[in-house]
């Protein structure tokens, strides 16, 4: 059985990302620079997906914005669990 969260990695300074918020943080987009996805090291996700980046989940939201949603885990027997 193959996890359905990709696994992405660090960030790569060099590649487009997007920002990366705690759930309780507030960013301020200008709204002609909105788009309707999320770039990881260059690869653009679509809003609602969830990635991991390390140990990080991250969640794809409205404005093209990374939102950290808990730590992951691997579980017995492979696969992940959220914390």
Known sequence: MTDPIPQVGAPDPDKRNSPVLDADEEYAVDPDEEIGVCYF????????????????????????????RGEVRSAPGGGTLAE
């Open 41 to 68: 090291n260059g690869v653009a996700y679509p809003i609602g997906q969830y990635v991991r980046s390390g140990t990080e989940l991250l969640h794809c939201e409205g404005r093209g914005i990374w939102v950290r």
